[in-house]
């Protein structure tokens, strides 16, 4: 079992930045691999951006590549998700999700979810 709390959502300009962060809980975080999605009012759960276990492994929405960037510290179990150049299209609810695999999953078949935290990007 695994619990996931997020934290650093709130308010921002578009153009500013902001750095979510996933605390898990558990000893086996490092066999997780683990992943963010976001869903704005209205619309489908969608991918973000993932990474492996170990952490050499990565996948980006085309739409926050080269913005966003996912990165996890496996000694303190959390995960991170630094967010450069938002736009209010980024205005969601922010989760993070976690499966004990090899692989990296860009679909949402995750086995644990967060709670969730608020993106609001104002123009």
């Known amino acids: 079992q695994v619990q996931l709390v997020e934290s650093g959502g709130g308010l921002v300009q578009a153009g500013g930045s902001l750095s979510l962060s996933c605390a898990a809980s558990?000893?086996?975080?490092?066999?997780?691999?683990m992943g963010w999605f976001r869903q704005a009012p209205g619309k489908e759960r969608e991918f973000v951006a993932a990474?492996?276990?170990?952490?050499?492994?990565?996948r980006y929405a085309d739409s926050v590549k080269d913005r966003f960037t996912i990165s996890r510290d496996n000694a303190k179990n959390t995960v991170y998700l630094q967010m450069n150049s938002l736009e209010p299209n980024d205005t969601a609810v922010y989760y993070c999700?976690?499966?004990?695999?090899?692989?990296?999953?860009?679909?949402?078949?995750?086995?644990?979810w967060g709670q969730g935290t608020q993106v609001t990007v104002s123009s």
């Open positions: 999700a976690a499966r004990q695999t090899l692989l990296i999953f860009t679909t949402t078949d995750y086995d644990y």
């Open positions: 990474i492996s276990r170990s952490g050499g492994g990565t």
């Open positions: 558990g000893r086996t975080f490092s066999s997780y691999a």
